[in-house]
């Protein structure tokens, strides 16, 4: 077992020989929207995610599914599939069944395995004193979706909001490899903060982020000083205790956007300081155009409070 889950990865990583280990993972969501089709898409975006969060290539894929069959027709379930074959076969990958249950609510995800070479495995720990932070993919993504529920969000910043959920973290993690990876994962379901703040645990030096670099969606801040929120938002800010710092400049509502929970957001990696800017040339010339540099990796002060990892400035 070269991976656990010791440091909160987002998936396993198992060595078979010297050239070759598998990567395991699994997710599953509620719908974020009503569009079937397009939940199959983001639910299978979400999932295959965490083996390009590792460094790996997805190969084949399971359907992991909870569908209330007395309350939804059949052609639900099938958009649902639809949706996430779409995917599955944009990774590379190839869907080779699943499982099945009956369940109130309906709930979609996959388990997938993905291939890595044991010497190129990416870890959320790892990151150095002096790398710069590359995040690849806007963030914003909970909050529009609760304000949608209430008619709020503009059809453009809604358009946006689920193309970035939709698409693949393919193209950033193929150009990364051909760099030096100190330490990734994606941002996800703890938000900003919470998978920053699993980096500087693991990596055991301090993360600071700038906070106006950060590609924020369309719309999100204004849905947060309108006063709308997720369910998640006080769970993540809890979590975070007071290892989070905020510059006294940073308004309530900016730093509530750094708890918001995405789903299918993008890769946070760690890289040397004198690759950052052809990183991002990359990431832009292959399409990933959010892609920012958001902030470096420090070493923690010793004027800092000892429990301070993630400081927003």
């Known amino acids: 077992m070269l991976v656990g889950f010791e440091n909160s990865d987002d998936a396993g990583v198992y060595q078979i020989n010297e050239d070759t280990a598998v990567v395991v993972t699994a997710d599953f969501i509620t719908p974020p929207v009503d569009d079937p089709e397009i939940f199959g898409e983001i639910a299978a975006a979400n999932a295959i995610s965490d083996v390009y969060a590792m460094g790996g290539i ?20 099938q958009g ?8 599955i076969r944009e990774s590379g990958a190839v869907m080779v069944g699943g499982h099945t249950v009956d369940d109130e609510e309906p709930k979609f995800g996959l388990a997938v395995t993905g291939l890595v070479h044991p010497d190129k495995v990416w870890r959320n720990g790892g990151a150095l004193p002096g790398d710069k932070l590359i995040l690849s993919k806007p963030i914003g993504s909970g ?24 698409e693949l973290n393919a193209k950033a993690a193929e150009v990364l490899a051909d760099f030096t990876v100190h330490a990734a994962t ?6 900003m903060a919470g998978h920053g703040l699993e980096m500087a645990r693991a990596s055991g030096f301090a993360l ?32 975070a205790g007071n290892q ?10 900016s730093a509530e956007l750094m708890f918001d929970p995405q789903t299918s957001g993008g890769l946070l ?10 990183v991002l040339t990359r990431l ?22 000892p429990t301070t990892l993630l400081s927003f400035i």
């Open 208 to 239: 600071e982020i700038a906070f106006d670099r950060l590609p924020i969606m369309d719309e999100a801040l204004q849905m947060y000083k309108k006063g709308i929120t997720t369910g998640s938002n006080a769970s993540n800010r809890k979590a």
């Open 269 to 278: 990696v760690a890289v040397p300081p004198d690759q950052c800017e052809a």
């Open 143 to 166: 909050v529009l979706l609760n304000a949608n529920l209430k008619k709020l969000v503009s059809e453009g910043a809604l358009e946006n909001c689920l193309f970035s959920m939709r």
């Open 186 to 191: 994606d941002v996800t379901g703890f938000g």
């Open 58 to 77: 997805p190969l084949t894929c399971l359907n992991l599914v909870c569908f209330p069959s007395k309350k939804l027709s059949s052609d639900v379930l």
């Open 284 to 305: 832009h010339q292959a399409g990933v155009s959010s892609a920012c540099c958001i902030g470096q990796v420090k070493r923690r002060s010793t004027g800092s409070p």
């Open 244 to 253: 989070v710092e905020f510059a006294s400049a940073l308004d309530k509502t």
């Open 80 to 87: 649902i599939i639809r949706g996430a074959l779409k995917k």
